[in-house]
């Protein structure tokens, strides 16, 4: 019976009811030692009759092996892997060491096991347990936490418990308290009947309604343990107990605790090794801390296991180490860890076998425990070489698994060891990393050139890329002098050797020197190059459609990110996907593909968010405030730009600051603030980042603001930019920007209809609309009303389709201005009926995607894609993805 946990059960019981209506759902349960968490989960595994349960329990000694909690959990469904996509497949057998890795994105092995559950849930409700978290290896927790957030309309419920001052994201929270006196008195009296009442009074003040202080307690010398927290307490009670048994019992103990997985025949080989049998575990077992069913021994709570190995001699414990080593000699990464713990110095032998063990952690996709291997392994390393060595695999290993602390901590060690040049120029890249992504620009940008240092004589070509990295991260950070200067030593290394990176710097430089077309020649043959990379060539092919977007190329931008994006997506690389969907989305936006650039956005943030990404997390909302700003939403629009301008003084991400503050400006421009628009766009306007693609958009609302603000003089010099860019560009989209702002400086209509011919031309309907909007009002002053009114109607028609509502309502008023009853009928936007998420599922399913292809794009699992589809055919008036076809939702 459980005691006291009443709101508890019921919070349980709803979440479980929501679950059988289809409605999946997530919660952690956080406790101190002793406070009950595991007593709540096994009630909860009762009350879920009918129900799949899976449950799996995180073990200290195996927080260092590669998806062990994961495979504990899954391993009575993996007779369904056959059911999942094949790269999903792959990236789950390879990690559960099921078959040889492919190395796949770790993130698909997330991916896959939220379509397994699906899988298993179309056959009923699925209830995952998850005990002791807190002790999870981090693979299996960083897979169990990115299934958490995406769980949807599976019918699957999935319940953690760990230790209080875990952090698990941002899932729902149930924090278990101490039992309230009377239910106290109950579980003391169901446990302990026929105690004295001096004894259970003094139980029931010190227990302080710890479960198990009541329920040990009574059977505990209280007084020898002295004035310790509650669990050391507990724990000083237990090592007394295991002091009274026999020296097999608690031989046996130890053995159990330090192997800690249960595995029974591992626990009776080293029992063996150490001269005992069969027998010592069942004198174990009659202590009444371990509990031996099928093949496995448990403790039966985890202070008892701690009690029992911290409360071991030294000697022993190496000693226990050094059989299970033995024990396990078969499985090398675990008898590596335990060789580990036997040493007491130096060893080459044991380091070489934990590299080994790290090595083949990479290979299933487990980063974060090859680091702590490698990390461990560098420790027992005694050649200063070797150990210099391996320090800096560790470093690159955790970064490569996003566990920035342990990076950072690998690198200032591996600072210390006798590093060659190229090692110091990997450690220093490693750090570069870490500062970029947590906004340390500036500092990124030096240690990145320092790498280069280190290997300029002796590996040029590697320095290269180092200083285009460089060159990167100070565009970046609007340090222009830094860029000059990433160039000026890349021109300084041997030409034959350099030659493709020295190109990938020269044109942006030439930007910022003014030699618009030298700079925009270069970086076109720079991106006619890259057409040739293959696509598979992720991190190469990506700059090429960076450079496109820096000359305002966005078609040729656009197709190379929606190539790169639907190869993220095909094969599950979500550690790329928020870099790419953020630059695809941006291009959406300047493309005026508001409605795409919104669901791409908005799915970047949420992976971003997921898997740790705090710059693209800020990439992601800086264009999303771009979007509101465009939509007139204020309150969203302030809450996202200006919470990244809070959060980001003084050395920033340039580019990120300038959507924030561009979003500002452009709010206030559409609801009519012209001096207060005026303003923020020329702070930007004399700000750092000046020299990039979409530069003269921005440019051409400051004109706008100008104009508007009654202050046509101060558009002057941006005016003479953007001839300037046009010339250098000659493309349709520049020369139709020009001929507007040209238009709208000298307050005459002369050019307005060449710009809208060339918007069309360029495909931009919101400029193409932002052009009619000003065309028609200079008609509407010109008392040309016919004239006006057409082009007014086409501006609001595009503005409504896009959910631009302050262009809209501006359009609305030009019309009544020109003598229209009322505006036009708003026309079919089915788009507009739809979320972010329902849109991209209802696309794909309408170009004939399967629930389950349009599950592995979109990282969701099958039946939330069809939960969005059900939603979504109402309000789009279908019945069938037949009618769905028939649908434009552009």
């Given at each position: 019976?459980?005691?006291?946990?009443?709101?508890?059960?019921?919070?349980?019981?709803?979440?479980?009811?929501?679950?059988?209506?289809?409605?999946?759902?997530?919660?952690?349960?956080?406790?101190?030692?002793?406070?009950?968490?595991?007593?709540?989960?096994?009630?909860?595994?009762?009350?879920?009759?009918?129900?799949?349960?899976?449950?799996?329990?995180?073990?200290?000694?195996?927080?260092?092996?590669?998806?062990?909690?994961?495979?504990?959990?899954?391993?009575?469904?993996?007779?369904?892997?056959?059911?999942?996509?094949?790269?999903?497949?792959?990236?789950?057998?390879?990690?559960?060491?099921?078959?040889?890795?492919?190395?796949?994105?770790?993130?698909?092995?997330?991916?896959?096991?939220?379509?397994?559950?699906?899988?298993?849930?179309?056959?009923?409700?699925?209830?995952?347990?998850?005990?002791?978290?807190?002790?999870?290896?981090?693979?299996?927790?960083?897979?169990?936490?990115?299934?958490?957030?995406?769980?949807?309309?599976?019918?699957?419920?999935?319940?953690?418990?760990?230790?209080?001052?875990?952090?698990?994201?941002?899932?729902?929270?149930?924090?278990?308290?101490?039992?309230?006196?009377?239910a106290a008195a109950e579980l003391l009296t169901e446990r302990w009947p026929g105690l004295a009442a001096e004894r259970r009074a003094r139980v029931l003040r010190e227990a302080a309604g710890n479960p198990l202080a009541l329920v040990e307690?009574?059977?505990?010398?209280?007084?020898?343990?002295?004035?310790?927290?509650?669990?050391?307490?507990?724990?000083?009670?237990?090592?007394?107990?295991?002091?009274?048994?026999?020296?097999?019992?608690?031989?046996?103990?130890?053995?159990?605790?330090?192997?800690?997985?249960?595995?029974?025949?591992?626990?009776?080989?080293?029992?063996?090794?150490?001269?005992?049998?069969?027998?010592?575990?069942?004198?174990?077992?009659?202590?009444?801390?371990?509990?031996?069913?099928?093949?496995?021994?448990?403790?039966?709570?985890?202070?008892?296991?701690?009690?029992?190995?911290?409360?071991?001699?030294?000697?022993?414990?190496?000693?226990?180490?050094?059989?299970?080593?033995?024990?396990?000699?078969?499985?090398?990464?675990?008898?590596?860890?335990?060789?580990?713990?036997?040493?007491?110095?130096?060893?080459?032998?044991?380091?070489?076998?934990?590299?080994?063990?790290?090595?083949?952690?990479?290979?299933?996709?487990?980063?974060?425990?090859?680091?702590?291997?490698?990390?461990?392994?560098?420790?027992?390393?005694?050649?200063?070489?070797?150990?210099?060595?391996?320090?800096?695999?560790?470093?690159?290993?955790?970064?490569?698994?996003?566990?920035?602390?342990?990076?950072?901590?690998?690198?200032?060690?591996?600072?210390?060891?006798?590093?060659?040049?190229?090692?110091?120029?990997?450690?220093?890249?490693?750090?570069?990393?870490?500062?970029?992504?947590?906004?340390?620009?500036?500092?990124?940008?030096?240690?990145?050139?320092?790498?280069?240092?280190?290997?300029?004589?002796i590996d040029p070509e590697r320095a290269a890329w180092h200083l285009v990295e460089a060159g990167r991260i100070a565009w970046n950070a609007g340090d222009i002098a830094g860029v000059h200067d990433a160039h000026d030593r890349l021109s300084?290394?041997?030409?034959?050797?350099?030659?493709?990176?020295?190109?990938?710097?020269?044109?942006?430089?030439?930007?910022?020197?003014?030699?618009?077309?030298?700079?925009?020649?270069?970086?076109?043959?720079?991106?006619?190059?890259?057409?040739?990379?293959?696509?598979?060539?992720?991190?190469?092919?990506?700059?090429?459609?960076?450079?496109?977007?820096?000359?305002?190329?966005?078609?040729?931008?656009?197709?190379?990110?929606?190539?790169?994006?639907?190869?993220?997506?095909?094969?599950?690389?979500?550690?790329?996907?928020?870099?790419?969907?953020?630059?695809?989305?941006?291009?959406?936006?300047?493309?005026?593909?508001?409605?795409?650039?919104?669901?791409?956005?908005?799915?970047?943030?949420?992976?971003?968010?997921?898997?740790?990404?705090?710059?693209?997390?800020?990439?992601?909302?800086?264009?999303?405030?771009?979007?509101?700003?465009?939509?007139?939403?204020?309150?969203?629009?302030?809450?996202?730009?200006?919470?990244?301008?809070?959060?980001?003084?003084?050395?920033?991400?340039?580019?990120?600051?300038?959507?924030?503050?561009?979003?500002?400006?452009?709010?206030?421009?559409?609801?009519?603030?012209?001096?207060?628009?005026?303003?923020?766009?020329?702070?930007?306007?004399?700000?750092?980042?000046?020299?990039?693609?979409?530069?003269?958009?921005?440019?051409?609302?400051?004109?706008?603001?100008?104009?508007?603000?009654?202050?046509?003089?101060?558009?002057?010099?941006?005016?003479?930019?953007?001839?300037?860019?046009?010339?250098?560009?000659?493309?349709?989209?520049?020369?139709?920007?020009?001929?507007?702002?040209?238009?709208?400086?000298?307050?005459?209509?002369?050019?307005?209809?060449?710009?809208?011919?060339?918007?069309?031309?360029?495909?931009?309907?919101?400029?193409?609309?932002?052009?009619?909007?000003?065309?028609?009002?200079?008609?509407?002053?010109?008392?040309?009303?016919?004239?006006?009114?057409?082009?007014?109607?086409?501006?609001?028609?595009?503005?409504?389709?896009?959910?631009?509502?302050?262009?809209?309502?501006?359009?609305?008023?030009?019309?009544?201005?020109?003598?229209?009853?009322?505006?036009?009928?708003?026309?079919?936007?089915?788009?507009?009926?739809?979320?972010?998420?329902?849109?991209?599922?209802?696309?794909?399913?309408?170009?004939?995607?399967?629930?389950?292809?349009?599950?592995?794009?979109?990282?969701?699992?099958?039946?939330?894609?069809?939960?969005?589809?059900?939603?979504?055919?109402?309000?789009?008036?279908?019945?069938?993805?037949?009618?769905?076809?028939?649908?434009?939702l552009a």
């Amino acid at each position: 019976m459980l005691y006291g946990r009443s709101p508890e059960v019921r919070q349980i019981r709803t979440l479980l009811a929501a679950a059988e209506q289809g409605h999946s759902g997530a919660l952690v349960i956080t406790a101190d030692a002793g406070t009950g968490k595991s007593a709540l989960l096994d009630h909860t595994a009762r009350q879920a009759a009918g129900w799949r349960v899976l449950r799996c329990a995180g073990v200290e000694s195996e927080s260092e092996l590669p998806f062990a909690g994961l495979h504990l959990l899954l391993g009575a469904a993996l007779d369904r892997l056959d059911a999942l996509p094949e790269p999903q497949r792959r990236a789950l057998a390879g990690a559960l060491g099921l078959c040889v890795p492919d190395g796949a994105d770790r993130f698909l092995v997330g991916i896959a096991t939220l379509t397994l559950l699906a899988e298993l849930s179309a056959d009923g409700s699925v209830l995952c347990l998850i005990d002791d978290a807190q002790w999870l290896d981090r693979p299996s927790a960083d897979v169990l936490r990115f299934v958490a957030r995406r769980l949807g309309s599976e019918g699957v419920v999935m319940i953690v418990g760990a230790r209080s001052g875990i952090d698990l994201g941002p899932l729902p929270e149930l924090r278990l308290g101490p039992l309230d006196p009377p239910a106290a008195a109950e579980l003391l009296t169901e446990r302990w009947p026929g105690l004295a009442a001096e004894r259970r009074a003094r139980v029931l003040r010190e227990a302080a309604g710890n479960p198990l202080a009541l329920v040990e307690f009574p059977a505990m010398d209280m007084d020898s343990a002295g004035p310790l927290p509650l669990p050391q307490r507990l724990r000083s009670g237990y090592e007394r107990q295991i002091a009274e048994q026999t020296a097999e019992a608690r031989a046996a103990l130890l053995v159990v605790a330090a192997e800690e997985t249960g595995e029974l025949e591992v626990v009776l080989r080293a029992l063996a090794t150490l001269g005992f049998g069969a027998a010592a575990l069942a004198a174990a077992e009659r202590s009444g801390m371990v509990t031996v069913s099928g093949r496995s021994a448990r403790f039966r709570h985890p202070l008892q296991r701690s009690a029992a190995y911290h409360g071991a001699g030294f000697t022993d414990r190496l000693a226990v180490h050094a059989a299970l080593a033995a024990a396990l000699a078969p499985d090398l990464a675990r008898s590596a860890w335990h060789l580990a713990a036997a040493g007491t110095g130096p060893d080459e032998t044991v380091a070489a076998a934990l590299e080994s063990a790290a090595e083949r952690a990479r290979e299933r996709i487990g980063h974060a425990s090859a680091a702590a291997a490698l990390e461990r392994a560098a420790q027992l390393t005694p050649d200063p070489v070797d150990r210099a060595r391996r320090l800096t695999l560790a470093a690159e290993t955790a970064m490569e698994a996003g566990h920035t602390d342990r990076a950072l901590r690998v690198a200032e060690a591996a600072a210390h060891a006798p590093l060659d040049a190229v090692q110091r120029a990997r450690v220093l890249a490693v750090r570069a990393l870490i500062e970029f992504e947590f906004g340390s620009l500036r500092r990124a940008h030096q240690l990145t050139l320092e790498a280069a240092d280190q290997v300029a004589t002796i590996d040029p070509e590697r320095a290269a890329w180092h200083l285009v990295e460089a060159g990167r991260i100070a565009w970046n950070a609007g340090d222009i002098a830094g860029v000059h200067d990433a160039h000026d030593r890349l021109s300084a290394l041997p030409a034959d050797t350099v030659r493709t990176p020295r190109s990938a710097l020269r044109g942006g430089v030439a930007l910022l020197t003014g030699e618009l077309r030298l700079g925009i020649g270069l970086i076109r043959e720079n991106v006619a190059f890259g057409g040739t990379v293959p696509i598979e060539m992720i991190s190469l092919r990506l700059p090429f459609a960076l450079q496109s977007a820096l000359i305002g190329d966005m078609d040729r931008a656009h197709e190379n990110l929606r190539e790169l994006i639907a190869l993220v997506r095909e094969r599950g690389m979500i550690g790329w996907f928020p870099f790419v969907a953020c630059t695809l989305a941006n291009a959406e936006l300047i493309m005026g593909r508001l409605r795409d650039a919104e669901s791409t956005a908005t799915a970047a943030l949420r992976i971003a968010t997921d898997i740790g990404q705090p710059a693209r997390v800020a990439g992601a909302e800086s264009i999303l405030a771009m979007l509101a700003a465009r939509r007139g939403e204020q309150d969203r629009c302030r809450e996202l730009a200006e919470r990244n301008l809070r959060s980001a003084p003084g050395d920033v991400n340039v580019l990120d600051v300038t959507h924030c503050e561009w979003a500002l400006a452009l709010l206030d421009l559409g609801l009519g603030r012209h001096d207060r628009s005026l303003a923020r766009f020329e702070a930007l306007y004399h700000g750092p980042a000046r020299a990039r693609g979409h530069w003269i958009d921005l440019l051409a609302d400051l004109i706008e603001a100008a104009v508007r603000a009654r202050r046509p003089e101060r558009a002057d010099r941006a005016l003479a930019e953007i001839e300037d860019w046009a010339a250098a560009l000659d493309t349709p989209w520049a020369e139709g920007l020009l001929l507007r702002c040209q238009s709208l400086v000298a307050g005459n209509g002369a050019s307005f209809d060449r710009a809208l011919k060339l918007h069309a031309e360029a495909d931009r309907r919101y400029d193409h609309a932002r052009t009619a909007l000003l065309y028609g009002e200079w008609l509407r002053r010109e008392r040309r009303m016919q004239e006006a009114r057409t082009h007014l109607r086409a501006a609001l028609h595009t503005f409504e389709q896009l959910g631009a509502a302050p262009w809209a309502e501006h359009a609305r008023v030009e019309l009544r201005a020109a003598g229209a009853d009322a505006a036009p009928e708003r026309g079919d936007d089915l788009a507009a009926l739809l979320t972010p998420q329902e849109l991209q599922v209802t696309r794909l399913a309408a170009a004939g995607a399967t629930n389950k292809e349009i599950a592995a794009q979109l990282f969701l699992s099958p039946k939330t894609v069809g939960h969005h589809l059900y939603r979504a055919f109402p309000k789009l008036g279908v019945s069938n993805r037949v009618e769905l076809a028939r649908l434009s939702l552009a």
